[in-house]
């Protein structure tokens, strides 16, 4: 159909156009019945590497790196080159280094000479899927639920898809602090200490000054922490006061 390309080791770009006259020329109308690439690559000598090649070396130089990650990981949806030349068969093609994580990463990829000098770079991406066991609800839960055992289930889960890191499972009480359905992941940030004082509980109501201390049965109208100041219905003489929590039972007026 025409010349080989001239130089060795440098590739000639035949574009769809191209290649169309060029198979009409030689074949006639037949040419017309042919279904033909965007373009297509020719190169006297050297070497090239497949798309699957290509993929193999990702698999290879990543494999190491995502032992440590714990899970199951492995990779999915390529978007690679179709081809890599080589200017000869002495060069190689490396996968430069990168720190993984769950889903699409970009990769980097370099042609070297035998010297290890960068010749040229060409990029790709690939996802990476890790599939990790993590909890999740084993019930509707809703906002200000206690986290209970008996409320928890653990599932195998793609951490690529989720939103943000899994809770841990560790420490400890905890309550929620969003609704979460029935299967759905319990995120890190949907977790929360449980209070120490809880709305609708009965407190010691503590009023302290340098020359007296007093103290009555008080009704707490807001969940707190120790260090909080919440609202608090004094039973005895049915006012709201705001009181700074010390303890799980103990509110303080200052």
Not at 54 to 74: N, Y
Not at 104 to 110: E, I, N, Q, W
Request: net charge positive; proline share 8%.
């Amino acid at each position: 159909l025409w010349a080989a390309p001239a130089d060795a080791g440098r590739p000639m770009i035949v574009n769809k156009v191209r290649l169309g006259e060029a198979l009409r020329a030689a074949l006639g109308a037949t040419a017309d019945s042919c279904l033909l690439p965007p373009s297509m690559a020719l190169q006297r000598g050297g070497a090239v590497l497949r798309e699957g090649d290509l993929r193999d070396i990702v698999v290879r130089t990543m494999t190491p790196q995502l032992a440590s990650m714990g899970g199951e990981a492995s990779f999915s949806d390529f978007r690679l080159p179709p081809f890599a030349f080589l200017e000869h068969p002495q060069q190689k093609v490396i996968l430069e280094p990168l720190q993984p994580a769950p889903g699409r990463l970009s990769l980097r990829f370099a042609v070297l000479e035998m010297d290890g000098a960068v010749v040229r770079r060409f990029t790709g991406t690939a996802f990476l899927d890790v599939w990790l066991t993590v909890p999740c609800a084993a019930q509707p839960l809703n906002r200000g639920d206690r986290l209970e055992v008996e409320k928890v289930t653990w599932m195998r889960k793609n951490i690529a898809h989720l939103r943000a890191a899994p809770w841990d499972g560790r420490g400890g009480p905890w309550q929620l602090q969003r609704p979460v359905g029935a299967g759905q992941v319990v995120y890190q940030d949907d977790v929360a200490p449980n209070p120490a004082v809880t709305r609708g509980g009965i407190v010691t109501l503590v009023y302290e000054s340098p020359a007296l201390r007093l103290a009555v049965q008080g009704e707490a109208l807001a969940d707190g922490m120790p260090g909080e100041t919440i609202q608090v219905r004094n039973l005895q003489s049915r006012k709201q006061v705001y009181a700074t929590v010390r303890d799980g039972s103990t509110v303080v007026v200052r």
